[in-house]
């Protein structure tokens, strides 16, 4: 994990793999080795790569219904359904899955980032007032938890969907406390 984080990401996909192999059939330990792969490709810009591994991840997750792991690897499957295939309706079905399971798992971090995600897909596709709904709900949890990064990034994509709306009166206030938080 040190070595991913320092931006030795070939080091850290070999710890991973290495990891991976000592797995054997624990489930959570191949899932949660596969998500980390997938995190690493992820952040060296690989996401058709990430995409396997949050996959593999995913279905191991699944055969011990790790929820957590379950709910992690249905978002990433999903933001990169978002991001890099711009299959929309997909990305949406996955990330409001795992919307649904983090609420029942009652982890509001993963929460609103999840919500923040689907927020952005519904802007991507036109849908300002679901966007909104979306990024609002976010908001207030990123608000509660005193995460001034997710708040300012929310505020920003808030001022988006309103300017989305031709709604131009709104845009500015958001804007200017997002400045005052960064």
């Known amino acids: 994990e040190k070595a991913s984080e320092g931006g030795r990401y070939k080091e850290a996909l070999s710890w991973y793999e290495k990891s991976l192999r000592l797995c054997g059939g624990n489930y959570e330990c191949v899932s949660s080795n596969h998500n980390s792969i997938g995190v690493v490709y992820e952040a060296m810009d690989d996401d058709r790569k990430a995409f396997k591994h949050y996959?593999?991840?995913?279905?191991?997750?699944?055969?011990?219904?790790?929820?957590?792991?379950?709910?992690?690897?249905?978002?990433?499957?999903?933001?990169?359904?978002?991001?890099?295939?711009?299959?929309?309706?997909?990305?949406?079905?996955?990330?409001?899955?795992s919307e649904r399971m983090f609420r029942q798992l009652g982890d509001r971090k993963s929460l609103a980032i999840v919500l923040f995600n689907e927020g952005k897909v519904y802007n991507a596709m036109g849908r300002y007032d679901k966007s909104l709904t979306l990024f609002?709900?976010?908001?207030?949890?990123?608000?509660?938890?005193?995460?001034?990064?997710?708040?300012?990034?929310?505020?920003?994509?808030?001022?988006?969907?309103?300017?989305?709306?031709?709604?131009?009166?709104?845009?500015?206030?958001?804007?200017?406390e997002a400045l005052a938080i960064n």
């Open 55 to 97: 996959e593999q991840a995913l279905a191991a997750a699944r055969r011990i219904n790790h929820r957590d792991l379950i709910a992690t690897n249905l978002f990433n499957t999903g933001a990169i359904y978002y991001r890099t295939f711009n299959q929309y309706d997909k990305a949406l079905a996955l990330m409001q899955e």
């Open 136 to 176: 609002n709900e976010s908001l207030a949890l990123n608000r509660q938890a005193k995460n001034d990064q997710g708040i300012a990034v929310t505020l920003n994509l808030i001022g988006n969907a309103y300017a989305g709306l031709g709604r131009y009166d709104k845009p500015l206030a958001y804007y200017q």
